[in-house]
């Protein structure tokens, strides 16, 4: 952990705007040197939630402490500027008018010239950019903007790095590899940072745990592999992976469903619940039709070579819709084929239709 790296509490914290409720009574804590994502759809509040700790916006009630001082609170509004934390925004808000050195100590005014200097030139070469001093933004490619910002930002050393949708600007390729730049940066600082973005992909590349947010609330906070493997709910679930979904009924711990009997959790309640089947829990084998017939078959509708993966569509009695099924083909069939079907029950997760 970096020296001057600070913890973040927001607590209870609630925004409204007219009759909209932007942000509803949320309590989060960020550990000194912890990245968190702030993750969720447009509209569910976690811009504005970041915003209020920068100090941008207002909050009409709750408290916001950085290393334990009261930045916001009843009676009691700091300047974005006396609160010792970076933004970077979206549009990484660059300065046209001034050189790539001169953004980057913009934040270094409190600090002799000499020593702006050094923190700069230090802060440009750490980002692989120090060549390009002298130039200006317009003659930078989005990557090497995105990276100026992220100079800028770390430059004075903030207890608390905010960054809000940093790589959305970003082509795919360059995302990928400007994203783990980022990261590795900001682990090699040791900087406390909380991060905005939508992509659930991103947020479990980056994140040393996810604030999973829903009409400005956090539904669920923990590790990737707890939002993946052990989501609280159906929305929590949808939000990292598109499962093949099929609506079915609980009764004395089991599930009846056309693709055969599941078991129901012990939280879930006799009554309607929906079966979630991950799509690359599904492999498909050739039916031998000398053998007695599998428990379970469907028919090909479709194939698409993804790559690394196949996406097929395999039409399966009794089911509405075609089942999705994704990963490495060990078998292609033909379009019309008959297919045996084989279900992981690890990859299957089975919530209650009130937990939508």
């Known amino acids: 952990m970096r020296k001057g790296a600070a913890s973040l509490d927001v607590q209870n914290v609630r925004q409204t705007f007219g009759a909209t409720l932007a942000v ?32 941008l916006e207002r909050p009409d009630s709750g408290r916001v402490l950085i290393d334990g001082r009261e930045v916001v609170g009843p009676d009691r509004f700091t300047s974005p500027e006396q609160r010792g934390v970076g933004m970077m925004f979206q549009d990484y808000a660059l300065f046209p008018h001034l ?59 903030p207890g608390v790095l905010l960054m ?33 973005t939508h992509d659930p992909e991103e947020a479990m590349q980056i994140a040393d745990r996810i604030a999973l947010m829903r009409a400005g609330k956090i539904v669920q906070m923990g590790t990737a592999e707890e939002l993946y493997e052990r989501p609280q709910s159906l929305f929590a679930a949808r939000f990292f992976c598109d499962f093949n979904e099929i609506d079915a009924n609980a009764h004395d711990g089991c599930i009846a469903t056309p693709l055969g009997e599941f078991e129901a959790p012990s939280e879930v309640a006799d009554g309607p619940v929906t079966v979630c089947v991950r799509p690359h829990g599904i492999s498909l084998e050739p039916v031998d039709a000398s053998a007695p017939p599998p428990p379970l078959t469907g028919v090909l509708k479709s194939r698409r070579y993804l790559g690394e993966d196949d996406l097929q569509h395999v039409v399966v009695q009794g089911l509405d819709a075609p089942l999705r099924v994704r990963g490495a083909a060990r078998f292609r069939p033909e379009v019309g084929e008959s297919v045996s079907l084989r279900i992981d029950a690890r990859q299957v997760l089975v919530f209650s239709r009130k937990s939508v």
């Open 164 to 196: 809000d949708e940093p790589f959305s600007n970003l082509d795919q390729r360059m995302r990928e590899r400007i994203r783990e730049e980022t990261t590795a940066l900001l682990r090699e600082n040791g900087a406390t940072a909380v991060v905005v």
């Open 24 to 55: 509803d009574d949320v309590t989060l804590r960020v550990e000194p040197g912890e990245i968190v994502c702030l993750l969720g759809h447009s509209g569910c509040g976690k811009t504005s939630l970041l915003r209020m700790v920068a100090g």
């Open 99 to 157: 050189t790539i050195f001169e953004n980057v100590t913009f934040g270094l005014s409190k600090l002799p010239a000499n020593k702006a200097r050094i923190v700069a030139e230090a802060q440009l070469a750490r980002v692989g950019l120090l060549r390009y001093a002298k130039d200006y933004p317009h003659m930078l490619s989005g990557g090497e903007q995105q990276r100026v910002a992220l100079a800028r930002a770390m430059a004075p050393h």
